[in-house]
């Protein structure tokens, strides 16, 4: 009985003691649960005020490298290719005859029309004697000529027809692919190739309206790239866009001439306007999603606001304000990450 007893009351400790856990550990739960209120947590930010600055007139906009010539090599006559010396990566010239088609019935029809030719020529010289001796007619003759100048075109169709034969490189560049290879059939228009010309190239930049009509066909512009850093290339204005875009920027084409780039590679180019100025610029570090959605924090007391902006011309660590802040305001430049809109702030200015 004592014994029972005993028992009974260790299982009712353990079960006192389990529970007391239990109790406890969802205490703590819940208490992690509670939301932190971090509105109230001010956020330690950098900060800079907006004002206007020298601009000495040169300008350096982001472009892309594209390709000036590409072309494909197409045959314009059916025939079997009967050789073709290129590969993908080959060098060809513009010009060079890089493939032949299987022309030896045309060779033999060349010639058989040759050999018709001497003769129809012999037959037309006897028939002008004759007629010139009043032994023959001047029909004889004139059938004679035309028998000549029929063959002499045969003869012409059969020469451009083995012309048409040669595969040939319609531009400089390197291969880039190749469809077929000696052996196989083609017909008129069956592309053989692509080939790209890998020197002339041209980089295209997109130029706000402020600057574009300080350009000129044929200026000259700097152009680097983070490639070599060591070294600058020259552009030559080609193109300017007649119209601009929804953003009043217009496309302005430069062409290269450099075998050390590649098409796809972005570079800088950098335009020398000649035009100095005071405008109003921030920081690059202070647009929190870059030029293409910009917009920045500005501090109103001890709270950060989001701010639209219009920007325009990059001055190398800056960027040009063209809309939506005026000089002496506030605009975050570090902590951004750590912001939204309303967002409290402790700032350490910058300036």
Same mark, same amino acid.
């Given at each position: 009985?004592?014994?029972?007893f005993?028992?009974?009351l260790? +299982?009712l400790?353990?079960?006192g003691?389990?529970?007391?856990? %239990?109790?406890k550990?969802? $205490? #703590?739960?819940e208490?992690?649960?509670?939301?932190?209120?971090?509105?109230?947590?001010?956020?330690?930010?950098?900060?800079?005020?907006?004002?206007?600055?020298?601009?000495?007139?040169?300008?350096?906009?982001? /472009?892309?490298?594209? +390709?000036? =010539?590409?072309a494909?090599?197409?045959?314009?006559?059916?025939?079997?290719?009967?050789?073709?010396?290129?590969?993908v990566?080959?060098?060809?010239s513009k010009?060079?005859?890089?493939?032949?088609?299987?022309?030896?019935l045309?060779?033999?029809?060349?010639?058989?029309?040759?050999?018709t +030719?001497?003769k %129809?020529?012999?037959?037309?010289?006897? =028939?002008?004697? &004759?007629?010139?001796?009043?032994?023959?007619?001047?029909?004889?003759?004139?059938?004679?000529? *035309?028998?000549v100048?029929?063959?002499?075109?045969?003869?012409?169709?059969?020469?451009q027809?083995? /012309?048409?034969?040669?595969i040939?490189?319609?531009?400089s560049?390197?291969?880039t692919?190749?469809?077929?290879?000696?052996?196989?059939?083609?017909?008129?228009?069956?592309?053989?190739?692509?080939?790209v010309?890998?020197?002339?190239?041209?980089? @295209?930049?997109?130029?706000?309206?402020?600057?574009? *009509?300080q350009?000129? +066909?044929?200026q000259n512009?700097?152009?680097?790239?983070?490639?070599?850093?060591?070294?600058?290339?020259?552009?030559? @204005?080609?193109?300017?866009?007649? #119209?601009?875009?929804?953003?009043?920027?217009?496309?302005?084409? %430069?062409q290269?001439?450099?075998?050390?780039?590649?098409?796809?590679t972005y570079?800088?180019v950098?335009?020398?306007?000649?035009?100095?100025?005071? @405008?109003?610029?921030?920081?690059?570090? /202070?647009? @929190?999603?870059?030029?293409?959605n910009?917009?920045?924090?500005?501090?109103?007391?001890n709270v950060? $606001?989001?701010?639209?902006i219009?920007?325009?011309?990059?001055?190398?660590?800056?960027?040009?304000?063209?809309?939506? &802040?005026?000089?002496?305001?506030?605009?975050?430049?570090?902590?951004q990450?750590?912001?939204?809109n309303g967002?409290?702030?402790?700032k350490?200015?910058?300036?």
């Amino acid at each position: 009985m004592k014994k029972s007893f005993i028992i009974t009351l260790s +299982l009712l400790v353990l079960a006192g003691a389990i529970s007391f856990t %239990l109790v406890k550990n969802k $205490k #703590k739960i819940e208490a992690n649960k509670v939301v932190v209120d971090r509105s109230i947590i001010p956020v330690a930010v950098s900060t800079i005020k907006v004002d206007f600055q020298p601009f000495d007139g040169k300008v350096s906009l982001p /472009a892309n490298l594209e +390709l000036t =010539n590409e072309a494909t090599l197409a045959i314009g006559v059916q025939g079997k290719i009967e050789k073709l010396s290129i590969e993908v990566g080959s060098r060809v010239s513009k010009g060079q005859v890089i493939g032949q088609l299987d022309s030896k019935l045309k060779i033999i029809n060349l010639k058989a029309n040759e050999l018709t +030719l001497s003769k %129809l020529e012999k037959e037309y010289q006897r =028939n002008s004697d &004759l007629f010139k001796g009043n032994a023959g007619t001047e029909l004889s003759v004139i059938n004679s000529k *035309y028998d000549v100048e029929n063959t002499r075109i045969q003869i012409e169709q059969v020469k451009q027809q083995i /012309a048409d034969g040669n595969i040939i490189a319609p531009i400089s560049g390197i291969v880039t692919s190749r469809k077929l290879m000696a052996g196989e059939y083609v017909s008129p228009g069956t592309v053989i190739a692509t080939i790209v010309d890998d020197v002339h190239l041209k980089a @295209v930049v997109f130029v706000n309206e402020k600057d574009v *009509y300080q350009l000129k +066909l044929g200026q000259n512009a700097t152009i680097s790239s983070d490639v070599f850093p060591d070294k600058n290339f020259v552009g030559t @204005v080609k193109f300017i866009t007649p #119209k601009g875009d929804e953003n009043h920027n217009y496309r302005v084409e %430069l062409q290269m001439h450099t075998n050390q780039l590649r098409a796809g590679t972005y570079v800088m180019v950098n335009f020398d306007l000649g035009r100095k100025a005071s @405008v109003l610029q921030i920081p690059k570090l /202070a647009l @929190v999603e870059g030029t293409k959605n910009p917009y920045v924090y500005v501090v109103e007391g001890n709270v950060a $606001k989001v701010q639209k902006i219009t920007v325009g011309r990059e001055m190398g660590e800056n960027i040009e304000v063209v809309a939506g &802040l005026q000089a002496g305001q506030e605009v975050v430049t570090s902590g951004q990450i750590n912001l939204t809109n309303g967002s409290k702030i402790s700032k350490t200015s910058n300036q």
